[in-house]
């Protein structure tokens, strides 16, 4: 299903009947071909693909696995634990080791076999020709899955004094970042790891890219139910209810009480600049979530009526915080269109 493969195929034997050999026979055929692929990647569904890290530690291994790390990618639907079932067969005597750390001495020195497996994340490369645009989900979703040399394992852990009302205040993430010798997918499902590294993301950082995410997640549902209104409203309803509605213990409240409080910013006056640019982030949120609960309102069944009304009610009142602390964010540019919809704006006082 890399269709988006076979038109840069498509293309060049296009070309060739055209220009080279002028069989415009063929050219007719190739150009249908081709837009059956441009059809394709507009209205078939494609699972995303896992991509799973593998350590071979031991001496038991053979030079070639010998404490050496791969990517691998997963077959479609595949579960981590059918995937390590294989990995683990061909060396009946090896272990699985537990934990996602890198092993020390006392493992990767042992004459035995040890593996290690755990999921890691595509780290999406930026793509100039996709920046600012509104572009279906449909295209970038094979970009952030395919083609791809980095990938990522966060794992969360707590650092400083812990407050138990509030478990934002003191999570970090500590971020090792892989990068293969080849792009995935390739010739092979699995490519070695050439480098290594470690970064570690504050609780202000991590907050700060969690707002990214919760933003564009609904930017995305927005475009992707003005594309499709035949699409159930069930996951809109749940992602809007889950930040507006304080009963459900999302939005954004625990970073205000994180982050936003004098005490912070007098202990980290190095936050400054960041804790700027998330009052920006949940300011910006507003507009996008009117958006979604008006597209909400116009395709909810008069039985979820009652819980569209309660979700604007809490809506008006989150609206109202927001713009009086941050100020408010206007969508002077949203193409309700099927061209989709995207954040260009202005800052209203």
């Known amino acids: 299903q890399m269709w988006e493969e076979a038109i840069h195929i498509c293309k060049e034997l296009a070309e060739q009947y055209e220009s080279e050999v002028f069989d415009y026979e063929l050219l007719s055929d190739i150009l249908q071909r081709e837009a059956g692929f441009y059809e394709k990647i507009l209205k078939v569904l494609r699972p995303s693909p896992d991509y799973f890290a593998v350590g071979y530690y031991g001496q038991g291994f053979p030079p070639f696995l010998r404490n050496k790390v791969f990517i691998y990618r997963g077959k479609e639907y595949e579960r981590r634990e059918d995937f390590e079932l294989q990995l683990l067969s061909p060396f009946p005597s090896a272990e699985r080791l537990q934990s996602t750390s890198a092993p020390g001495q006392d493992i990767t020195g042992s004459p035995g076999q040890y593996i290690q497996c755990f999921t890691v994340q595509p780290a999406e490369e930026a793509r100039g020709r996709f920046k600012d645009r509104s572009i279906p989900e449909q295209i970038t979703n094979f970009y952030r899955a395919n083609h791809i040399q980095r990938f990522n394992y966060s794992r969360p852990f707590k650092k400083g004094p812990k407050d138990p009302d509030n478990e934002f205040a003191?999570?970090?993430?500590?971020?090792?970042?892989?990068?293969?010798?080849?792009?995935?997918?390739?010739?092979?499902?699995?490519?070695?790891?050439?480098s290594t590294t470690t970064t570690i993301i504050s609780p202000l950082e991590n907050a700060i890219e969690t707002m990214v995410k919760t933003n564009e997640k609904i930017m995305s549902e927005i475009n992707r139910h003005q594309q499709d209104p035949g699409l159930p409203i069930n996951p809109l309803s749940m992602l809007l209810n889950g930040i507006v509605d304080p009963a459900v213990m999302g939005g954004f409240a625990k970073y205000e009480m994180a982050f936003f409080q004098e005490s912070y910013l007098r202990e980290h006056p190095e936050d400054e600049e960041n804790i700027e640019k998330l009052k920006d982030l949940i300011a910006w949120q507003v507009p996008l979530l009117a958006e979604g609960i008006r597209l909400h309102g116009q395709k909810v069944t008069e039985d979820l009526r009652p819980f569209h009304e309660r979700m604007e009610q809490c809506f008006v009142q989150l609206r109202a915080k927001v713009e009086s602390q941050y100020g408010g964010r206007e969508m002077v540019s949203a193409e309700r269109s099927t061209r989709g919809w995207h954040r260009t704006g202005q800052v209203r006082s």
């Open 170 to 194: 003191n999570m970090w993430i500590e971020r090792t970042t892989f990068l293969t010798a080849y792009p995935l997918p390739g010739i092979l499902r699995w490519f070695a790891v050439t």
